[in-house]
């Protein structure tokens, strides 16, 4: 395998390198992860007041708001689904890293809004992404590696 300034040369990837069996736990957290994102689009299109608090009153700029959540949320369960179908690991691996950082975000979020029962599978969702796309992408994902070609 050929190397350039510590930067693999994707043509000097072996046919036996690039058809390297997923490990089984990414699978499963790539499809339990699109899963919850999907079911959290629905949620979000059909009853709102699931992802506010008790107290919080449910108007228009709510639903509007729910609808972009919606819509963002499926679209990364579908992505993420398409790329695990087709095996494209390396791009599966970035995106799994994208998702995670909104996790990680999303974490941020509850933790201000005082949302502590969601807030810690939601960490650990994020982390379990980064980790799985860090593995698949050759690098981690901190390294500048893991971005070029």
């Known amino acids: 395998m050929t190397q350039r300034s510590g930067v693999q040369d994707a043509s000097s990837i072996s046919a036996g390198e690039a058809n390297q069996p997923l490990a089984r736990w ?3 957290l790539v499809i ?3 899963f919850l994102m999907a079911l959290g689009s629905v949620l979000a299109l059909v009853q ?8 919080d009153a449910i108007n228009g700029a709510v639903h509007i708001f729910a609808g972009y959540f919606a819509v963002r949320n499926f679209v990364l369960a579908l992505m993420i689904l398409a790329l695990l179908a087709v095996s494209a690991l ?3 691996g970035n995106f799994m890293v994208l998702v995670g950082f ?4 999303d974490v941020c979020l509850d933790v201000a809004e005082g949302r502590w029962a969601i807030a810690g599978g939601v960490l650990v969702f994020g982390l379990l992404l980064l980790v799985g796309g860090a593995r698949l992408c050759g690098y981690p994902f901190w390294r500048i590696e893991a971005w070029k070609r």
Do not use: D, F, S
């Open 32 to 34: 339990v992860g699109a």
């Open 90 to 92: 390396r791009a599966l």
């Open 48 to 55: 709102p007041a699931m992802l506010v608090g008790k107290t």
């Open 102 to 105: 909104v996790q990680l975000l």
């Open 26 to 28: 990414i699978r499963l």
